[in-house]
């Protein structure tokens, strides 16, 4: 069943939750509309356990043209910028920590903003069409959505100052040797790609790998005492859930694992009151 947001649609199968940016006619740019859809979304998936993994693409010839022009020309004073970034910290950052495996399908250009939104995915198909845009300097703006964190921790530093400083463009097969893409499959070949990919992801251990995730943007910034730390606390939850206890029986029985089918199984407890005030 598809589900229509301002500027955005969503659909569920199975264990996946597909995002589609929809705003054909103004290239996918990141209105106010899409970030505030895209805020409420992640918001639900936080608490809705059944969505194991997300494939996020977009509708249309480009995946996202970065800022929406039309607001950049009415509303760049101090307090309007302030208040937008006030927003997008409620949304980016909880979207490339969303302790769910989230993979990202993009044909057509990621400009800007864009391509940051599409770093924010753990995995990236790109489309023959697919190109990235850095266009920050072009514009005369501070490289945003989360780009700074993001292409840096994947390309490292110099390669991240070639590409922004120049206003650098990569295509498809750039992209993916530069590590930032899993692969280059034909234009119509993205969603089924990304699909599978997303469904390959949901059927293994999804919120341990969500748990990894989140443990692996601190590596950057941790030193190796506290990632050691971070790995001991992470390996208590992992190993205590029945995913873990799932592949653990699995392996000694010889047999496959169905971490999907052994969350399903399992009661659910988020330790909050129910409606009559039980937990």
Known sequence: MIKSWPHVETERRGAVLIIRLNNEKARNSLTREMRFSLRDIVREIEDDHTVRAVYLTAKGKT???????????????????????????????????????????????????????????????????????????????????????????????????????????????????????????PDDDVDAEGMALAEQLAAGPAEVMGLAKQLLLKSFESSVDELMAYEGFGQVLAMSSVEFQEGLQALMEKRPSDPMGAAAAAPFNDGLPSADGEK
């Open 63 to 185: 995946f996202c043209s970065g800022g929406d022009l039309r607001m950049l020309t009415e509303a760049s004073e101090p307090w309007p910028v302030h208040r937008r970034f006030q927003h997008a910290a409620k949304l980016f950052p909880p979207l490339l920590q969303l302790n769910r495996p989230v993979v990202c399908g993009v044909r057509g250009m990621a400009i800007g903003g864009g391509m940051g939104l599409a770093l924010m995915a753990d995995l990236i198909v790109v489309g023959e069409s697919a190109k990235f845009g850095a266009g920050f300097f072009r514009l005369g703006a501070v490289p945003d959505c989360l780009t700074l964190y993001t292409l840096p921790r994947t390309i490292g530093l110099a390669r991240t100052r070639n590409f922004i400083f120049t206003n650098g463009t990569w295509n498809a097969d750039e992209i993916v040797d530069n590590g930032l893409a899993l692969k280059v499959v």
